[in-house]
Each structure stands twice: as C-alpha cells, then as structure tokens.
C-alpha cells in the first residue's frame, strides 16, 4: 500500500525479495546485509536508497517505546548505510524472526528522510504530504482515507485510480452499507458483520468472503 518493507511474505508463509533483492548475513547471526534495488523512487521522484532506509529505521529505534510491539525494535543496535545500495542492519543476538519482522508493512523503509521528524514525538510523519514509497500515496487522511496509485511506483501499479477508506464502528452501518453497495469491500477482525446479516450474504454468489495470507495456517 503507502509504506512497503524490504521484505515480502508468500501466501505460503516464505519471504521474498522486495526492496531489497538478496541478503546476506554473520555467521553468528548479529550483522545482516541487505542489497537493496536501484530503480526505487519515492512518489515524489526522489530516488530511494539505504540512506533513506536507514534513516526510516533510526526514525522507528529513537522511539522504541511506540514500536514495544515490535521485538525488532527492541534487538537492532545500529543500521547504517554501506552504500547507495548496501544496508547493514546490526543486532544484539542472533534473532531467528528478523526476516518475517522486516516483511511486516511498518514504516522501516518507506518514507523520505526529510519527512522525518525526530521530535515530538521522535519518528513522526505527516502522511498527507510526505512522500512514501508503495503503489498508493495519500491524497486526504481525515474521517475518510482517500489514496491515489502512486505513478511513478516501480513495480506493478494498481489497476484503480483511487480507493477510498472509511471507518465504520457500528457492525449494523457497515452492513447496511455494504449491502447498499455504499462500500465495495470489508476488511477487519471477528465480529465485523453482525451474524443475521452474515446469515443473509454468505449463500449470495455476489458476496465472497477471503481469509488475510497472513493468517493462514
């Protein structure tokens, strides 16, 4: 979406390249080094590189407490940048989810340095007009998100123009306006469709219902 990582997870639970096209690391585990692709740019034009990578990182570890959820935050001591397109990420121990962590779409690799604050709180971003790498950029972020494909994004670019997110906490209005057809798609946690109406669609071929990769087993 807006922010992407170095990593990418399968839908069969492996992790792929992304960002970054191979890596590579100490043989007791502490120091990684990842190589990073050379035809990234931000929304803007601006060229994505290991120092904004690792700008992005040290923005997340100079307020670790708001990442607690995050053990990564918690494991790095250092991430610099070799070269324009060498990054090297050191750790305390050897930690075996590293690669699963860095494929989580958290900001550790996706913003401008300069749209970086390290004050007030340490790491914040106005997204509305920082770029950001990923094949969306947001164009409104209020009551509703608005995001806009990201033209100048290096990989496949979305077959929409624009999408349009709304947060609706009432279970009864997200079903009347999905059946309403005021929104095109549901996406959350349990509960997210009181069970009479869930009664009503499931047996609609209208309707399918998709279970998040990441939570497959």
């Known amino acids: 979406m807006v922010y992407e990582p170095l990593v990418k997870y399968q839908a069969d639970g492996s992790v792929q390249p992304w960002l970054a096209t191979r890596w590579r690391h100490a043989a007791d585990g502490k120091t990684w080094w990842f190589t990073l692709r050379d035809d990234v ?53 050897a930690y075996a989810p590293l690669l699963q962590e860095l494929a989580l779409p958290a900001r ?27 094949d969306w950029r947001a164009r409104q972020l209020n009551q509703r998100d608005v995001l806009v494909r990201n033209e100048r994004y290096w990989g496949r670019k979305p077959a929409l123009q624009q999408i349009t997110i709304k947060v609706i906490p009432d279970a009864t209005s997200r079903a009347v306006a999905f059946e309403t057809g005021e929104i095109d798609m549901l996406y959350g946690d349990e509960g997210l469709l009181p069970l009479e109406h869930l009664r009503t669609l499931s047996p609609s071929p209208r309707y399918v219902a998709r279970l998040s990769a990441r939570w497959k087993r």
Request: charged share 15%.
């Open 41 to 93: 740019t931000f929304s803007n034009g601006e060229p994505f590189n290991a120092q904004a990578a690792a700008a992005n990182f040290q923005a997340v570890l100079a307020n670790r407490q708001r990442h607690a959820w995050l053990e990564l935050a918690n494991q790095i001591t250092d991430v610099r940048a070799l070269s324009a397109t060498e990054l090297q990420i050191t750790l305390k121990s």
């Open 108 to 134: 550790s690799a996706s913003s401008r340095p300069r749209s970086l604050s390290m004050a007030a709180p340490p790491g914040a971003l106005k997204p509305r007009s920082a770029p950001v790498r990923g």
